[in-house]
Structures are given as C-alpha cells and as structure tokens.
C-alpha cells in the first residue's frame, strides 16, 4: 500500500508499514485536523524510537504523556490522548499478540471487524465504519460484507480519510466535511 493521507512522506511511509500506526492514526482523527492525527504515530514513532504497541503500552505513563506533549503535540489534547493511545496499544499486546493486523485478516467477514474495531477506545460506529472503508479502499483488506458494513464511505467520492490520496483529495474532504457541517447546524 502507499498511502498518502498526511502530506508528509516520512509519516505516511510510517502508516504504510506499521499498521498499529495506521489504526492509531484513525483513533487519533478526532477533534483534530486529519492529517495531523495521521502524522501523530509518527511524533510518537521519531520520540520514543518506535511505533510497536508493546513499547508503547509498556511506557511510563507520564513520560508517554509528555512525549506527546511535547511541540508539536501528537493530538489537540495530548493527555487524554496518551492514554487512549496506551490503552489501543495495551489491547492489541494482549488481544492481537502486538501485531495490529490480526484484527482484521483474522476477522471473519466485515460485521465482525466492525464489532471488533467498536470495542477500540476511540472508536464508535462512524469511525469503524471509515476504518474499514480505508482498509478496503486504500489498502486492499475486503472482507466479505465491506461495503454493506462501510455504507457511505464505500461509495466513490470525497467523505472520509478512506478516500484521501493526494492533495487535491484531502481538499475534496474538508469541502464536503465543511459542507455537511454546515447543513447540520442549519
């Protein structure tokens, strides 16, 4: 896979190879602007040394917070997000053996990745949803039943971070998350 959703190359080969990174990313893409939450297993990555799940959940939790504290922060709200972010890690250790990917070439179709990812901190019903409509899209991984349980996102267009593959894209994103804002408030 080659994704391109940060506008870093450096944090996007990050994505590519680590898929703890790629499923931190999405728990981080809330409340933040979606390239920077898909740069912050980057931050974390470059500050501690590595991005494997152990290591993170294994880290002194202060420390850790500082660490995604430190300028420029991982998330908009680095403490409450380091703790997410151990506690994504601790349950990938200690469900998935430390390997991220388990979670969805071991699930059995796509309801069943849903459910798992619904169990995730930082993840509801929409963000499980995106998360597998990327993984279709952007990353080959289609179980049965991906585009019942993707819904929206597996359509073609510019919804979500599942269709972020360049420049041009990610401004067709914000224009239609921008739009859908809009008329919510209306």
Do not use: N
């Not at 190359?9 to 999405?26: K, R, W």
């Not at 728990?27 to 470059?46: C, N, R, T």
């Not at 380091?82 to 979670?103: C, N, P, W």
């Amino acid at each position: 896979m080659a994704l391109h959703i940060t506008g870093d190359d450096a944090a996007d080969q990050v994505l590519d190879s680590s898929p703890f990174a790629l499923l931190a990313g999405m728990m981080l893409d809330q409340q933040f602007p979606m390239e920077a939450a898909f740069s912050g297993p980057a931050k974390v990555s470059e500050r501690l040394g590595t991005i494997d799940p152990a290591a993170v959940a294994d880290a002194d939790p202060e420390e850790f917070k500082a660490l995604c504290a430190t300028p420029p922060a991982v998330h908009r709200f680095p403490g409450s997000m380091a703790g997410r972010l151990q506690e994504l890690a601790r349950i990938v250790v200690d469900t998935y053996d430390g390997d991220a990917s388990r979670l969805w070439s071991e699930a059995e179709d796509a309801k069943e990745l849903k459910k798992r990812l619904v169990a995730l901190p930082g993840f509801g019903d929409q963000k499980a949803r995106i998360f597998v409509a990327l993984l279709a899209k952007q990353c080959g991984v289609r179980p049965d039943g991906w585009e019942e349980v993707a819904g929206d996102y597996a359509l073609e267009g510019h919804r979500s971070v599942a269709d972020v593959t360049d420049p041009d894209s990610l401004l067709k994103v914000r224009a239609y998350k921008k739009e859908k804002k809009a008329a919510a408030k209306a």
